[in-house]
């Protein structure tokens, strides 16, 4: 069964045709300067007939908390979703209706919210009015894709059932979340009402006092759409040191730039934080598993998140990674494991359960 994955991102898109034994046939990706249902066409046309479409929804709302067959019902019920990931789910839900029109096979959409739709009321409920609840302030979570591969592939590659491990997985792109997963299931995870929460990200804050937001509301006369904008687009490392790409800042502070060495010391300080917190969502730490562009590529972010976290039991030395690898054993404590992110093969996956079913 060939699946074509389309995984839209706020300002880029990732295609490809994926078969039964998770091989990608063909890819593509493009960047904001192209037309994104463009794109998609001339990508369906050039890969040929395809078993079905899946598509990657970063949010399903309230009522979307499974990978779904799309139908005009569904299709409303994702409406829901736009208002609470503003950035990601209207440019996904073009190409969406998009090859619901060009591309005649069964859509299925695939949520990274539904991953942690199981976990317990507890990890998910903030302490805010009733009212507030009602209206759906709640942790969702996300990534869930992702982490729905990285748990089953690194039970292989520690050779164990997924349904026996405790780890806690770091996702490190242009954003960062991490999540805590018991038993295959996630327990607890560091994103929340939005991807704004929790760790310090390329250009996203992570968590801040909404004591902060207030103030700056209130003694400076920001509007909320001027908090959005820098919160989204001027914050993270970018809002530390006026770059977003690790690499640069890695690089920078290496020679001593002092903002960039900050950025990193506050980028791993608080990764460190969320990852460590998550731990406790847990019964033991049998392995702590990076994922997303840098935890794959970056050995420094690495080596200095497990430095931090010793007292986990997480190891001082780690070895070189080269794709899927443990690069640290559980030979004296945590495992620590690198996984390559596979969100198009999770969403064939996904696709291909919908249409079983």
């Known amino acids: 069964m060939r699946i074509l994955a389309v995984n839209a991102g706020s300002s880029s898109l990732k295609l490809s045709v994926v078969d039964d034994n ?28 395809v ?4 598509h990657r929804l970063v949010h ?8 779904a067959l799309v139908n005009d019902q569904v299709r409303r019920q994702l409406d829901a ?9 209207p440019p996904a839900l073009a190409l969406l209706d998009a090859a619901r029109a060009s591309i005649d096979r069964p859509q299925v959409v695939c949520v990274d919210t539904a991953f942690h739709a199981d976990i317990p009321e507890f990890a998910t409920t903030y302490a805010v009015p009733a009212h507030w609840r009602s209206w759906g302030v709640r942790r969702y979570g996300f ?18 059932p997924v349904d026996e491990l405790h780890v806690v997985i770091a996702h490190i792109g242009s954003g960062v ?28 804050s992570g968590t801040i006092d909404p004591g902060a937001l207030l103030w700056l509301q209130d ?10 904008r820098l919160l989204e687009h001027g914050s993270g490392l970018f809002g530390l040191c006026e770059m977003s790409d690790i690499r640069d800042v890695e690089r920078e502070a290496a020679l001593g730039n002092q903002s960039c060495v900050l950025a990193l010391d506050v980028y791993v300080h608080v990764l460190s934080r969320v990852i460590g917190g998550l731990a406790t969502s847990l019964d033991r730490l049998d392995a702590l598993v990076f994922t997303g562009g840098i935890g794959e590529h970056s050995a420094l972010v690495r080596e200095r998140v497990c430095a931090r976290l010793s007292l986990l039991g997480l190891p001082g030395s780690l ?5 899927d690898a443990v690069i640290a054993p559980a030979d004296r404590g945590s495992a620590v494991i690198v996984v390559t992110a596979r969100e198009d093969a999770e969403m064939a996956r996904e696709a291909r359960r919908v249409l079983a079913a």
Do not use: K
């Open 22 to 49: 998770d091989n990608v046939e063909d890819a593509q990706e493009t960047d904001g300067g192209a037309d994104p249902i463009s794109a998609l066409r001339d990508f369906a046309a050039r890969v040929g007939r």
């Open 51 to 54: 078993d079905a479409v899946a």
């Open 60 to 67: 399903g709302g309230a009522a979307i908390r499974h990978a």
């Open 81 to 89: 979703a736009v208002a609470l990931a503003p950035l990601h789910v």
């Open 143 to 160: 990534h869930g894709l992702s982490y729905a591969w990285s748990s089953r592939r690194s039970a292989e590659l520690v050779q164990r």
């Open 177 to 204: 979340s991490a999540c805590a997963v018991r038993d295959g299931r996630s327990v607890d995870t560091s994103m929340g009402f939005t991807p704004l929460e929790g760790a310090v990200m390329a250009s996203r």
């Open 219 to 228: 003694y400076h006369g920001l509007t909320v759409g001027a908090m959005t």
């Open 319 to 323: 070895l070189p990674a080269d794709g």
